[in-house]
């Protein structure tokens, strides 16, 4: 894999130190954002302004208490604005051309009126390895244009959390108007798990190869798509991209019909050439129209909601139970235990509650 | 699906009421149990007598804290004596002839000089539907076999519950000499899941048909699978079950190469003309043989007992939680909230946190 070409993973050409970075980033955004009021955000937000819609998403990534407050006022009133969005969510391993596809996808659809806001979810990204750079230069054409909003990925050290403050720019972007959200990630980690699980369609990008990369599809991941599209299918790969079509159609043969009535799709597509897109837009309508109609696009984003609930409290109770120094020194030793086979899962999981 | 032939839904000629069934059964138990120390069971349990095997799971699948103690007493002192197996699960829709494959398998692995336990996860189980029943009469001649033991599901309301159960019952059959053990699940939930997570090798049992009954595999069961058997691949059907294995092999060239370096097989059987049984017990031994070499039998051993201890941990501590009254009540009122739109699952769960 080339690491250098994907976006989410560009680490060159950003050399100033951690520590330095992280500090006076931080400064800057604070000193810019305690200038304005909530009813300042919320307004300018409503209004559509980018500025201040990307002011807000820092306060929501900030791990300051008095950011994070006031970042869920905002929240809290940007709410009943929300929620009114098609949420795409698009992954694929690095190489396989997801910041040019987006870059096409999105020029289509702000082509046609639509405004664009692209996020991302990358458990692996954090400011001073550069994704903030590397997503933005990767994307120029899109960068610059005024319908389109760019965010990379918030950094973090756990998945949840990453995912929480994105779920929570989705919010934002669309009080600003955004009408379409897209979602990009990398299968690091259970990530794309976490993007399915925020979103309405959820699109996996491959290569068409010698038909062995069919292999490396990770757990699941099939499972999840609502559509493949297999991306570069262009000059010498198009004969390829038909025969991996065909391999992927009769994979998703294999799952059981989707809640959600739609059969998924596989097309393909030339992102570079701008071509199979118009086919990509127009199959997620189908969906749309599909799921809006059947009532399951609703349903799936009130189960979203209780997921995300229920999965944060749970997160919550967790770290409040291993994070305490007394459970994790004896946690320790009764894996020991475990491994030695002189205790069961069950009595240790006993002690170490009774603690 | 015809429920009636399967045994583990087997629902029909048992017609005491609840109540009266559960409080003399508890009360029988209890008389015979507490006659005999741990010693007494623990003694008896390791030269291989099924009665006291088999009224130690009994205290183990009780409710009453006194059982539950003395079963925790007598699974300590088994433990050094157990481990020494093969657990082998073995799934599949009801109809799909598990009773009989397992039958066949077992009387094989019996005629061998093997001692084979056979026991049950079914979460929809419980003593009043009569699974019991269903299951021994089902297998009829393992049934009477002395090499042979078979205990039907515990019953209980978790499919967590039921497999902690399960998985303290195994550990006292190994320490009573049984060297092969068969854990049968219907896909109920996510019992295969849990399933696979206490097994070494997992087995999936399917029908072959008109080649659509491909359709109806459940997310992620072909992932876990080991090994695909085709069964009742006899007289007319033969031709359908390699049509079908064709097709399942290639399902299987899918997925990424296993942990374990195990490429899963697709095999064709007859349980009923016990065809087809001696080539799965030997692809078992190859597993078998291929990761205690590379050393992915034990570790994998050792990552279940570490997912055990933590999903008993985890478990535990959402059931203080959620069971709380207080918590209830707010929850409901918070999920009403999250449909409504007047707020975030973050919100929600911060304020849920509090309480």
Redesign the interface.
């Known amino acids: 894999m080339n690491k250098k070409t994907s976006a989410l993973h560009e680490k060159e050409g950003v050399s100033k130190p951690e520590t330095t970075n992280k500090v006076s980033a931080e400064k800057i955004k604070f000193n810019r954002a305690k200038q304005n009021s909530v009813n300042d955000f919320v307004t300018n937000i409503l209004d559509g302004n980018i500025t201040f819609l990307s002011r807000a998403i820092t306060l929501i990534e900030s791990t300051n208490v008095k950011h994070q407050q006031k970042a869920?006022e905002i929240?809290?009133c940007c709410?009943?604005y929300?929620?009114n969005s098609v949420r795409i969510g698009i992954t694929g391993v690095p190489g396989v051309g997801k910041s040019t596809f987006i870059e096409s996808f999105g020029k289509h659809l702000t082509s046609k009126g639509k405004k664009v806001a692209v996020l991302a979810v990358d458990p692996s990204s954090s400011i001073n390895k550069g994704s903030i750079l590397g997503d933005k230069t990767r994307m120029e054409e899109l960068v610059t244009d005024k319908n389109a909003f760019i965010r990379p990925s918030p950094s973090g050290t756990s998945l949840g959390g990453v995912a929480?403050k994105t779920?929570?720019s989705i919010?934002l972007c669309e009080a600003a108007g955004f009408d379409t959200i897209i979602i990009e990630t990398v299968g690091v980690g259970q990530s794309e798990t976490v993007v399915h699980s925020m979103v309405d369609f959820f699109l996996l990008l491959k290569l068409a190869g010698a038909g062995d990369e069919?292999?490396?599809?990770?757990?699941?991941i099939?499972?999840m798509a609502d559509a493949i599209v297999i991306n570069k299918a262009d000059g010498e790969n198009e004969k390829n991209a038909k025969i991996a079509k065909v391999e992927f159609n009769?994979?998703l043969?294999?799952?059981?019909?989707k809640e959600s009535k739609w059969l998924p799709k596989v097309l393909t597509a030339s992102a570079l050439h701008n071509l199979g897109i118009e086919k990509i837009d127009t199959m997620i309508s189908d969906y749309i129209s599909l799921t809006k109609e059947n009532k399951y696009f609703n349903n799936k984003r009130?189960e979203q909601?209780?997921?995300?609930?229920l999965s944060?409290?749970?997160q919550?109770?967790?770290d409040n139970?291993y994070q305490n120094p007394k459970i994790k020194n004896a946690l320790a030793t009764?894996?020991n235990n475990?491994?030695k086979?002189?205790?069961?899962?069950?009595?240790?999981?006993k002690r170490?509650?009774k603690l």
């Open positions: 869920n929240l809290d709410l009943p929300a929620n929480q779920r929570e919010i069919l292999q490396g599809i990770k757990r699941g099939i499972e009769r994979a043969h294999l799952y059981p019909i009130n909601n209780k997921y995300w609930l944060t409290i749970e919550q109770l967790k139970f009764e894996i475990l491994e086979g002189s205790t069961t899962p069950f009595n240790a999981a170490l509650l």
